[in-house]
């Protein structure tokens, strides 16, 4: 949905990467920082308990995931394995942020329900990105659904970053929110992934990957 914002947000990020380029950084540098100050920033959550301050820190190195690509295309470096790396590593920064704060709720949050819905959103977010790379995999395009990351990530940390000031229900209500927006990503991604393999454009080329594994 949010992907429709490119053209805006690249008149930011475009002269970042030029400059970030300049600088001598390599898009991959950009891409495991990003995810390594992702993963260190998830302490905020557990065992520290600072829901604010690991939402606003979080944010910060998320958008790393913005700048590595406007990296690649500045100088020229983009690459296949670098685009791997970059959904590889979404996947581990998207856990740490899920597990830091299911790992809070199991102690001092001390809501059982609470972890539950996070392992949730943990595993039907994975199943978000999973259904999409095993259907490219299969030569169709899945780039649908109502909260692909970028959404996926703004949901979560508002409503954790805004949890700290007592707005009643919103912690809750964003992981309420998270989980079904997620469960419909799935669904949509299945429907439209099956009506891909089925129609005109999927080629007998493309049914030989079909014997493939995960
Ligand atoms: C009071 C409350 C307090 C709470 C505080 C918290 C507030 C939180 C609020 C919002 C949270 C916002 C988090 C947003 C994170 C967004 C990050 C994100 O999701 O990015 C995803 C994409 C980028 O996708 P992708 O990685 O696929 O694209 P790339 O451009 O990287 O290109 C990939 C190709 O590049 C090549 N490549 C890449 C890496 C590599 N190592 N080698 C390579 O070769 C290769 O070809 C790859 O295929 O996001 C989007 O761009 C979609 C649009 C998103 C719109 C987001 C809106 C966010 C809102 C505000 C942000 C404004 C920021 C302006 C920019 C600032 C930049 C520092
Ligand atoms: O599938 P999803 O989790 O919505 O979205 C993800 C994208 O936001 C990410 O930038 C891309 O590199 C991943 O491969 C993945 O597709
Ligand atoms: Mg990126």
Redesign the pocket.
Known sequence: M??I??PL??R??AP?GRSLARLGL???I??LIGAAGVVVSALYFYPRGQL?AG??VI?VF??F??????V??AND???A???F???SL?RVADAAILAGLMWWFMGGGNDPLLAGLTLFCLISGFMVSYIKARAEGLGVNCDVGVAE??ER??IV??A???SE?GVPYILAGGLWLLAGMSLLTVLQRLVETRARLNGPEHTEDEDKRTSNGA
């Open positions: 949010l992907r914002l490119r947000t690249s930011v990020t970042l390599t898009p991959n950009v891409t604010y939402s606003v944010t998320a958008l995931d913005m700048l590595d690509g406007a690649a295309r470096s983009a690459s394995f670098g685009a790396l970059d959904s979404d990351r970028t990530l703004i940390l508002v954790v970053g805004l000031f």
